[in-house]
């Protein structure tokens, strides 16, 4: 996929895969949604709206409420790439999400994964 489609890719498009990556490992869709949460401010109820309106991945990102600063805290590797050298912002952004996603497959407790301690 171009960068320039996934920008344009509905975000709702792209959650349940989220989603089926995290529960196949037992984990939950209410801790990949608290993930996306954690990372763009949005509330439970905003990001429901979100995903019932098909918003794409550009305006979901550039729209967030409030991007965790703490997401700077955010190293490793994603499709090969080390996302803490990524330049575009959006990409950059997007990645950071793959990550705690795998993060939250790979087993790491929530807490980790939200970067608190």
Known sequence: MTKHRIFTTSFASVHPHYVA?????????????????WL??????????????RTDFESFFAEAPHMNPARSL?????????????EDPLMREIRYLDKLIDELAKGKPMEKILRKG
Do not use: H, Q
Not at 40 to 53: F, H, I, M, N, V
């Open 21 to 37: 990556k995290a529960e196949k490992k037992g984990r939950t869709r209410a801790e990949v949604d608290e993930i996306i949460c």
């Open 74 to 86: 955010i190293k490793g590797r994603v499709c090969g790439v080390l996302v803490e050298e990524i």
């Open 40 to 53: 763009t401010g949005y509330g439970s109820e905003e990001l429901a709206a979100r995903l019932e309106d």
